[in-house]
């Protein structure tokens, strides 16, 4: 029967576009689940739109229905990437102490980058180069995050005077690149550093770096 | 005179061959330092061969004897800038105590980011993409860098208990991404934080670090 299968070509795209709204998200969110694995487990270059297509049991031309461009692809992945790692990473437990709250987004955003360990040293390390979009979308999620610690600082009782000061914001800025750096490295190769002693370091780091950008007693109360 | 201006074309390149070490040291730097200063204020695709070769005053066939393709160029600029990098970043004064050589370490790094700002911002967000020798030196220049401050720690009278733990060598490699961080953020838009202030900063975390890693008490006694 080749007329049947021969109208499934292009003019098939009009009842999936008609789908309803969930089915539409429901296939953005496949493909770009699709897209994330292949990122991170090849180099940009090595994905091909069609084995993704392939993959996904979608024409070539659904694919680009929802992303235009290879590169679009990418981003929206690392978008979704990013919005997975915030989420996350937000410990809003009330059970919790607000230090005990740090611990376990500190312990949540290392078990990220083990278990996304090639995507994530591929993006910190460069990405797709000096791409300005995906630095875009890199640098927010940074200064979302400090800008969650601020948040979740002046509303604590830990003994850490708050104050949005350009040093603070700036200090705060230092400790995403010490976090990044570290896990960096801990992922490829932790040389018996368990994740509990990287967790510790870093809060404690934080606090510290917390405690100097406000003028505070440098004592380890916490 | 036709002949003898002829007679300048690729047979000239052997009597340049021939010259003594010094002249082609010198060739080589002056070459280096065009390159520098032309991929630090244009990106890497912007700039030509053509271009460098025409400023430095020789021919192209020259230029790729030097530096057979425009990666090599690019990347023993990069190679001799890391080298500068750490050549001014080194204070063996005897006149200044541990705690003044780090802050005079910290103040040559931070003058040297500033003066080359378009480069080094350019170059830790992300240079020529994620090519693995360009992240090689990046890398290399930061491992060198931790090593002499924990040579710096193990020999000098601070109140830093030193030794080579995994923890510790993580730690300060977590430092140097603060270090990268803070100064790439305050090179771009310093926000009314003066370099003096970023200067503490630094050193006070570092030092804070230091203690938290080796396990001593956290007390500011620099």
Redesign the interface.
Known sequence: MPKPRKSRGKAALAPRRARTRLDTDERRAQLLELAQAAFANR?YDEVSIDDLARAAGVSKGLLYHYFPTKRDLYIAGLREAARQLMERTLITSTDLTPIERIRAGLDAYLDYATEHAHAYT?LL???????PEV?AVIEDT?VAYVERMLEGAEGSPLPMPAGRT??L???L??????????SL??VVDP???SQR??RD??V??ML??FK??TGA????DW
Chains 1, 2 share one sequence.
């Open positions: 180099s591929a390390r460069g990405g797709i180069g000096s791409d630095a940074r350009p040093v914001r700036l200090a800025r230092g400790w995403v690149g010490f976090v990044e750096h570290t490295d801990w040389r018996g550093v002693q990287l370091l870093l404690d780091v510290s770096t100097i950008a007693p440098l004592t380890r």
